[in-house]
């Protein structure tokens, strides 16, 4: 009888408990304002970081997530649409939110680990199936006839990066000769028939509408691509150089505070850093910055000779303004 | 885009294409050439397609973040892509040929002041933030010859109003108090050229103020209750600070019970509307209104010098209208009981005015509270003539007896009181008919003819004399007559 007694207490005190514990459990969204190819990288994390969260919290945490061409979607944030995060795809995106907003401190890039990027890629060519137009590096691309399908720079973070590694691997080539650079870049956009606004778009014209011989594409994109979107259909060709894209994340100060989730703002970056996110990056064809994860994954991504936009470059606020800013290089050799 | 694959399987099928593969049949290189060529147009055409695409994205994202720009014929105005920001602007003209016939019932002929007047010039802004907050601001430019005018131009409306719910809206700034209910309908939408002793002489014209309002039970009900400066009778505060220790209260009900309905009475409205408010004046600073006649160019009650308000004021409404099919009518009464000293005399006063005007379509429109809808607007050429409307009103405004001092057949002073009936009507009645024409919904042309008797105040230029202006016999003014004309144009 005692037995059942006390059985019948502590049976009462867990669920008084449980019950405590889902009425104060509250229900939080973010909105992550990312970059074009990350939607499945994104969908999978917030499943994980979700669960991560309310087992630490007890809180329910929605993640809304808008996608577009990074450029955009800063100015979008600049504008007024309140992300709690951005992840974008170069670091002069997230430089505007404080240049133009001051959304966030200017020392943004130093609030996490790798200069707040958790994941790096690269630039790679995607071709059809058979590589019909023996296309093999930077040098075929720009071959007259060859038709190249890239997003618009002046929209597209991973067309900036497309059109430096090009540039880059024409300085290596030239003997770092700007003049001879920007030759080289001029054709290669005289081969491009559409410049769509974002890498996903870029995809789905090559993929899917069947135009262009190769695809400039996003390490991970030409993946999903080769294994799900266009799967049978296209492969994957390693250029022999290459530029390390460093997608960095940030919390946006102003607005996370404005709906007073700056802690799990704050958390849900942090938390790409951790083990499970870091196999998730890896699964969504990302590189890990974590050496545990990065070796995991060591034998999903070609090795080829990647360059860094601060060695070749200057860092992105010099290649922005020489090459992307209005009447910059690329408004030089773009002939509409 | 699917032209350029019919143009292709065109090429293909037809003599162009499809010959050379007969003729040569067993010409391979001929053959990788017609294949490569026919690749390379089906690239053109999806690149065509693609671009395409792409420019509908495009087209369909601008779409969304464009400003909308409107013109219709309620105004021009402008509004942002999702609709939270509107800005609408309208505007009020009135130009009047104005003819004035023994002005204020006092002799003078009326050629010095007859003539062309711009009644109101308004260009008003209007708009909504975040699609509950409107918000309204309206300078006057006109309004320079009616009587006790201050000024020629001046702030007639600036205020927010926030629709929170159907039943719960608040409204601050400058703007129409929710008293009269002639007060309450549009200046562009008037049956008459100048509204009724009602609206001009008892209830408040405008005033600061804050009020909360809404449409209860399907909109059949609309109440509100505001707290005010407050001003005198038919008054028109300014933008100033206020001048008096008390607030003015005001509320009104007013309902249209049957307004769903299809029957006789679906077109009734009645309420009933209330102020209050304890104010005290000064001998220079008396608090108390002047009632004007119904030309608007001359008094026919003013308070002697140094009595003012000392006390309350209450004003009380009951007011109705009934539209029918072409018919319209409206009914309005108003009493103002206000305390007022002269030096250690007191006294409560009650003071009232009220007014049924009749308006009927002669074209058919419905009639309505709010403006006329011409079927068929003016246009030589297709035949249209706009609306045509007949009007015709009376009204009375009474001063109380208590007002007026007495005194002998030799018209001297016995009783002092609080106003001298020698050169002050006791009441003033009028009757008056016109004619409007909408030429469209915009632009109205109107005459009115109106005849005001008083009762009394005929005899100011014989004060002291006997007979003919003594107290004993003080004759009666003799007639106003105006015939006022209009162009307006409202939008």
Do not use: C
């Not at chain 2, 391979?28 to 395409?52: M, W």
């Amino acid at each position: 009888m005692k037995k059942t007694l006390l059985s019948i207490v502590l049976a009462a005190a867990v669920l008084n408990f449980a019950a405590v514990t889902v009425a104060s459990a509250k229900e939080v969204t973010l909105l992550n304002v990312s970059y074009d190819p990350t939607r499945e990288l994104y969908v999978d994390y917030n499943a994980a970081f979700s669960k991560y969260w309310q087992t630490k919290t007890g809180d329910i945490v929605k993640v809304n997530q808008s996608h577009g061409g990074s450029g955009k979607q800063a100015r979008a944030v600049i504008d007024g649409l309140q992300a709690d995060v951005a992840t974008l795809a170069l670091a002069y995106d997230v430089d505007q939110l404080y240049e133009k907003g001051k959304l966030i401190p200017q020392d943004w890039q130093k609030r996490l680990q790798h200069n707040s990027s958790p994941y790096t890629s690269t630039i790679v060519f995607l071709v059809r199936k058979g590589n019909p137009k023996n296309i093999k590096d930077w040098d075929d691309v720009v071959k007259p006839g060859i038709s190249v399908i890239t997003p618009n720079p002046k929209t597209s973070g991973g067309a900036r990066w497309n059109y430096l590694a090009a540039y880059a691997y024409a300085l290596k080539h030239n003997n770092n000769d700007d003049a001879k650079a920007k030759e080289f870049v001029g054709k290669l956009y005289k081969n491009v028939p559409v410049l769509d606004s974002g890498a996903r778009g870029s995809t789905t014209t090559f993929v899917e509408r069947g135009i262009g011989d190769v695809l400039l594409a996003w390490e991970n994109e030409a993946f999903l691509a080769q294994k799900e979107l266009g799967a049978g259909k296209v492969e994957i060709v390693v250029p022999s150089l290459s530029i390390l894209a460093e997608p960095p994340v940030t919390v946006v100060d102003k607005f996370a505070k404005k709906h007073g989730n700056e802690a799990v703002a704050k958390a849900y970056l942090e938390y790409l850093y951790s083990d499970e996110a870091q196999d998730i990056i890896g699964k969504n064809y990302y590189r890990p910055t974590s050496e545990a994860a990065a070796k995991k994954y060591e034998s999903q991504f070609p090795k080829l000779n990647l360059v860094k936009i601060d060695d070749v470059f200057g860092g992105w606020t010099k290649a922005q303004k020489t090459h992307f800013s209005d009447g910059g290089v690329f408004d030089q050799i773009y002939q509409k | 885009m699917m032209q350029y694959k019919k143009i292709v399987s065109a090429l293909v099928l037809s003599g162009l294409v499809a010959s050379p593969i007969i003729a040569f049949a067993n010409d391979s290189a001929e053959l990788e050439e017609l294949r490569g060529l026919v690749q390379e147009l089906n690239q053109k055409v999806k690149i065509l397609e693609r671009k395409d695409e792409i420019a509908q994205e495009i087209a369909a994202t601008a779409k969304k973040e464009t400003p909308v720009v409107n013109t219709t014929k309620d105004g021009f105005g402008f509004q942002s892509a999702d609709g939270n920001f509107k800005i609408k602007l309208r505007g009020l003209l009135q130009v009047d040929e104005r003819n004035y016939s023994n002005v204020g019932g006092l002799g003078a002929d009326g050629k010095n002041i007859s003539g062309f007047d711009l009644r109101r010039i308004r260009p008003i802004v209007e708009g909504t933030v975040y699609d509950k907050y409107d918000f309204r601001f309206a300078p006057e430019f006109g309004e320079a010859k009616t009587a006790n005018a201050t000024s020629t131009s001046g702030i007639v409306d600036a205020y927010v109003d926030a629709r929170f719910q159907p039943w719960f809206q608040v409204r601050a700034g400058k703007f129409k108090p929710y008293v009269g209910l002639e007060r309450l309908q549009s200046g562009g939408e008037l049956k008459f050229i100048e509204r009724s002793y009602v609206s001009n002489n008892i209830l408040p014209n405008r005033d600061l103020g804050a009020a909360i309002h809404g449409d209860l039970l399907d909109g059949k009900l609309n109440y509100s209750a505001g707290i005010y400066n407050g001003v005198v009778d038919g008054g028109d505060n300014s933008t100033a600070q206020d001048t008096n220790q008390d607030k003015e209260y005001a509320l009104r009900i007013f309902t249209t019970p049957f307004k769903d309905s299809d029957n006789l009475v679906a077109g009734l409205g009645f309420g009933l509307a209330a102020t209050h408010g304890n104010f005290k004046g000064t001998t220079t600073a008396s608090g108390l209104p002047n009632y004007k006649t119904a030309g608007q160019e001359s008094n026919f009650f003013t308070y002697s010098s140094g009595v003012f308000g000392n006390g309350n004021r209450d004003r009380l409404s009951p007011q109705a209208y009934y539209y029918y099919g072409p018919f319209g009518l409206i009914a309005e009464y108003a009493r103002v009981s206000q305390d007022v000293s002269n030096g250690a005399l007191s006294n409560r006063l009650d003071n009232d005015a009220w007014q049924i005007a009749a308006s009927y379509l002669l074209t058919g429109e419905d009639a309505s509270f709010k403006g006329v809808k011409p079927s068929q607007p003016f246009d030589t050429e297709k035949g249209g003539w706009g609306a045509w409307e007949l009007v015709a009103r009376y009204q009375e405004n009474d001063i109380d007896s208590g007002a007026f001092s007495s005194g002998t057949a030799a018209g001297v002073v016995t009783t002092t009181r609080y106003a001298d009936p020698r050169n002050n009507a006791r009441s003033a009645k009028s009757w008056a008919a016109g004619v409007n024409w909408y030429l469209n919904q915009n632009v109205k042309l109107a005459l009115d003819y109106e005849n005001t008797s008083f009762n009394g105040g005929g005899n100011a230029n014989a004060a002291g004399t006997a007979g003919a202006g003594s107290f004993i016999d003080i004759a009666n003014r003799p007639s106003e007559r105006t015939l006022f004309t209009r162009l307006q144009l409202s939008y």
